[in-house]
């Protein structure tokens, strides 16, 4: 399996400009995080959804973060509009659930340079 | 929120040597997890407790959840050059499903 798959790797964008970061989680894994690492936070869980149905999403900070999921094999992360304090990796995290959901395998993040 | 600490952040060892770090909780936790980061990469999961006092290896790493549900131990063994990188423990607490992680111990070796 090719794991999970982020894109893009860098993301340089300008304040204000709305940016998506994309993910492809694991075949057959029904569950999907959102992660956020920052020097100052460390990783911090943003959303999780079960099934394509976000669960809970209270880690997200504002409003002007979204997350879908349309289907089980592609997940979004929209910030609108982007500031530089959203400057982070985003890594989306992928579990089947077994043993426990929290056994999730991680992308390789996206480094978002907000300026 | 809740608070994981971990100890030391960082450590700097020689190869050969052997490594203890560990993580503490203000609180009860049902799960105990250790992750390991390379630069650049997401963590991957090395080990996975779930039963207080479990103690559970993977090859020459050795993790414990405490008997007090406060807190987990992870040992390596030998140390060699791969081990390089940062551990993060993370958890569940007690009544909440969220996963929680530390701050991160940064783990150097000397030449």
């Known amino acids: 399996d090719a794991g999970v798959i982020q894109s893009p790797r860098h993301e340089v964008t300008e304040m204000g400009q709305e940016v998506t970061l994309r993910c492809k989680p694991i075949?057959?894994?029904?569950?999907l995080f959102w992660y956020r690492q920052t020097m100052m936070r460390g990783l911090e869980l943003l959303i999780y959804?079960?099934?394509?149905?976000?669960?809970?999403d209270s880690g997200m900070p504002e409003d002007r973060f979204s997350a879908k999921m349309p289907n089980a094999s592609f997940s979004t992360l929209k910030i609108q509009p982007s500031e530089p304090r959203d400057s982070a990796v985003y890594f989306c995290?992928?579990?089947?659930?077994?043993?426990?959901?929290?056994?999730?395998?991680f992308g390789q993040g996206t480094r978002l340079t907000v300026v | 929120g809740q608070q994981l600490n971990q100890s030391p952040q960082s450590m700097f060892i020689q190869e050969g040597e052997d490594v203890s770090m560990n993580c503490t909780s203000s609180?009860?936790?049902?799960?105990w997890l250790w992750y390991k980061q390379d630069p650049g990469e997401g963590p991957v999961l090395l080990i996975a407790?779930?039963?207080?006092?479990e103690l559970t290896s993977n090859g020459r790493l050795t993790a414990q959840f405490g008997i007090t549900r406060k807190d987990s131990f992870l040992n390596i063994s030998a140390s060699i050059p791969s081990d390089v990188g940062i551990y993060f423990c993370?958890?569940?607490?007690?009544?909440?499903?969220?996963?929680?992680f530390g701050t991160g111990t940064r783990l150097t070796i000397i030449p």
């Open positions: 959804f079960n099934n394509n149905v976000p669960i809970d």
């Open positions: 993370a958890g569940t607490p007690f009544g909440n499903e969220k996963l929680t």
């Open positions: 609180s009860i936790f049902n799960t």
């Open positions: 407790l779930y039963k207080a006092g």
């Open positions: 075949s057959g894994h029904d569950y």
């Open positions: 995290a992928s579990s089947d659930g077994r043993p426990r959901k929290t056994e999730a395998f």
